[in-house]
């Protein structure tokens, strides 16, 4: 069973304040690590150890805004080391560096497909909450989807058949939101079905006229 039920970061006077509630009393200490998260396996870690207190507050300055940390607090009961409980957490939360690049593909006379990658966590600076599609015309006309920060990819329907569409992708944290770069596309005259169709109709007006010029060399 884990020994800690709960542990809450938040920002108070510019200082990083973390808390925790003990699973039981029979704890004889806490120890808190921290590092920052560089999307590596290893990271240079910090740590302190408390004795009877539930409750940290770290020095300004060991934070930096913008900038994402792992915090880990461990319990210590009869010289054994328990469970620890990890989050990440943000100083200060600002807009990314960057927005998404959107890639298009499968385009088609009512649809196409949006992908975009992840933004890297060291150009986030704060956590994705969502990303929204805003997908427009030259006549101002305008259509957004936004979805959750695990999605990277989104089918967008009812589109314009023939019609050149500008498209781009933001991301948004508690910090702001930031535009990604805007690309076209222009969606297809014609469909499968619709060349089916043609390709159909041109058959038969053909057959037609064929039979027609052989009935008239019989005569």
Known sequence: ??????????????????????????????????????????????????????????QKGIFEPLKCYNISVFPLFENKVGDPYSTQVYL?????????????????????????????????HGFITNYTIVTSTSDGSQMTKTVSPDVLEHAIKYLQSNTLYNI???????????????????TLKFDKEDVTVIIAIVGSVFFAFSFGVICLQKK
């Open 92 to 124: 200060v939360e600002g807009p990314p560096k960057y927005g998404p690049l959107a890639k298009i593909s499968n385009i088609g006379k009512h649809e196409v497909t949006v992908k975009w990658e992840e933004i890297p966590k060291n150009e986030q």
């Open 168 to 186: 781009y992708i933001t991301a948004r944290t508690k910090g702001g939101e930031t535009n990604g770069t805007s690309i076209q596309f222009t």
């Open 1 to 58: 069973d884990k020994m800690l039920e709960d542990v809450q970061t938040f920002t108070h006077n510019e200082q990083l304040v973390v808390r925790w509630k003990p699973s039981f009393v029979a704890v004889d200490g806490f120890v808190i690590e921290w590092c920052l998260d560089l999307n590596t396996e290893a990271c240079d870690v910090s740590w302190v150890r408390l004795s009877n207190s539930t409750e940290w507050t770290f």
